[in-house]
């Protein structure tokens, strides 16, 4: 079964709004062009957050973008986000805010780790709840889905604002021998790591991304991503980070 990871797209009202010099409509089209091309026959989207840069209008561009796909669009806060009018504005199929999601032998379960006021995340204690249940209640592959990450990226600037509670996070997974996966965005770089029996994805965003082991904020050079997830009914994942090199990226100088 084919997942695709999406993420990061930070979006604005207008077509033409950039971040950290990349026009991120044109950018995500880019992507996801190269997605429906590449692996046609997906099952769902997960796109763990960001969808907007600090802009409530953003979500009707996304609602436009997606909002025909007759697949399952995942879709998860980021800190870029405002939750309310996230879900007053992608309130219908094909879109799905946080939740739990069965498809074939899998359990997508989506977590919401925004922290008003804050850049770094926090599962609240009804999220910490309701993994531990949702994880309880089946015995499918589980992929745990967040915004923030919830291991050190070894960026000291990055690592200042990931999963504030992650240990009561991994203390959860831990006790649930079925979690294949944690998948996450915000770091903007391609991450490939395991933890113990779960293996660890951070995916690229579709627009700017940052420089790897940086203690810094820095800005690579790499282009907009996506990820396809290949999930087997045996719990085994076959994964690729797709880099989409057509798009002119026009970076500017500045952040
Ligand atoms: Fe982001």
């Not at 590449?38 to 997606?66: C, K, M």
């Not at 806060?77 to 199929?93: F, I, T, V, Y």
């Not at 113990?196 to 995916?203: K, S």
Request: with cysteine; glycine share 8%.
């Amino acid at each position: 079964m084919q997942i695709l990871q999406i993420t990061d797209p930070h979006l604005y009202g207008s077509a033409d709004g950039r971040l950290r010099g990349v026009q991120t409509d044109s950018s995500l089209r880019a992507v996801l062009d190269d997605a429906f091309m590449q692996v046609p026959d997906y099952a769902a989207i997960l796109i763990t957050g960001d969808l907007v840069q600090d802009d409530t209008s953003g979500y009707l561009r996304f609602r436009s973008i997606f909002g025909n796909l007759q697949k399952p669009v995942l879709c998860i806060p980021g800190n870029h986000d405002e939750p309310e009018a996230m879900r007053r504005s992608l309130n219908a199929a094909p879109f799905q805010i946080c939740g739990a999601h069965h498809v074939g032998d899998w359990h997508f379960i989506m977590l919401d780790s925004y922290d008003a006021g804050h850049v770094g995340g926090r599962l609240s204690d009804n999220e910490l709840e309701r993994l531990d249940y949702a994880l309880a209640s089946s015995p499918a592959n589980a992929m745990v889905c967040l915004h923030h990450h919830p291991v050190a990226m070894g960026s000291r600037w990055l690592d200042g604002i990931g999963l504030a509670n992650a240990d009561e996070f991994w203390r959860i997974i831990d006790s649930h021998t079925h979690v294949r996966a944690v998948a996450w965005g915000h770091v903007h770089q391609n991450y490939d790591g395991r933890r113990g029996n779960v293996q660890l994805f951070a995916t690229p965003s579709t627009g700017a991304q940052f420089l790897p082991h940086s203690d810094r904020y820095a800005i690579d050079s790499l282009p907009p991503a996506y990820r396809r997830f290949d999930l087997r009914a045996d719990g085994r994942i076959d994964t690729e980070v797709r880099w989409v090199q057509s798009l002119p990226m026009q970076q500017s100088a500045s952040c």
